[in-house]
């Protein structure tokens, strides 16, 4: 959660109310559970980490003061590491649906690369899966396991193409791609 937070803030500056906002834009239906109170705890952290800053906005006359949190230079640094990590065999999947969106609006990669990134170490573990399961010293109680990971790796590589289908047709900033 904190990475996401620090991606959504890499475009602008905002305050907790505008970041819950855009990750449930982002999740859709998946975002309607969100706990709100989890984003001002997460920036809490994340600013006693030094990774975020925040100054008080005035409100508007029918509403209170807000805080506006901006990312630090180390909140920028873990944001470049976080976009270039590769979370697989167990992904977040939602992390990594979010990671996409915020690199997109926030031009901090291509979203395209990254699936690209993931798809190269799921195919890497795969090969290794395969070798293994093909291995006819192994126990089949263990090759049940080994099989049940190449499935996953398999159905893992069908979203990573889906998901480069829906990116590849969209500009580098999420929009859709004019024709």
């Known amino acids: 959660m904190q990475d996401v937070v620090l ?9 907790g109310y505008e970041l819950r906002s855009r990750m449930r834009a982002a999740l859709g239906p998946l975002g309607e559970a969100m706990n709100p109170g989890q984003i001002y705890v997460t920036l809490g952290r994340l600013a006693k980490a030094g990774l975020v800053a925040s100054e008080r ?3 508007l006359p ?5 805080w506006v949190y901006t ?3 180390a909140g920028q640094q873990r944001v470049a590491t976080w976009l270039t990590e590769v979370s697989w065999p167990k992904p977040d999947l939602m992390e990594f649906h979010l990671k996409l969106v915020a690199a997109a609006a926030a031009r901090l990669a291509d979203p395209v690369a990254l699936v690209d990134a993931q798809r190269r170490e799921v195919l890497r573990r795969l090969r290794d899966a395969q070798r293994a399961a093909l291995n006819l010293s192994v126990d089949p ?4 396991l080994l099989e049940g990971v190449v499935l996953r790796l398999r159905a893992d590589l069908e979203w990573l193409e ?8 969209r500009g580098r900033t999420g929009r859709e791609a004019e024709t």
């Open 7 to 15: 991606a959504m803030l890499a475009k602008e500056r905002a305050h």
């Open 57 to 59: 906005a005035e409100g």
């Open 62 to 66: 029918d509403r209170p003061d807000r």
């Open 141 to 144: 109680v263990a090759g049940l």
């Open 162 to 169: 889906a998901c480069e289908r829906m990116w590849g047709g």
């Open 71 to 73: 990312l630090t230079p």
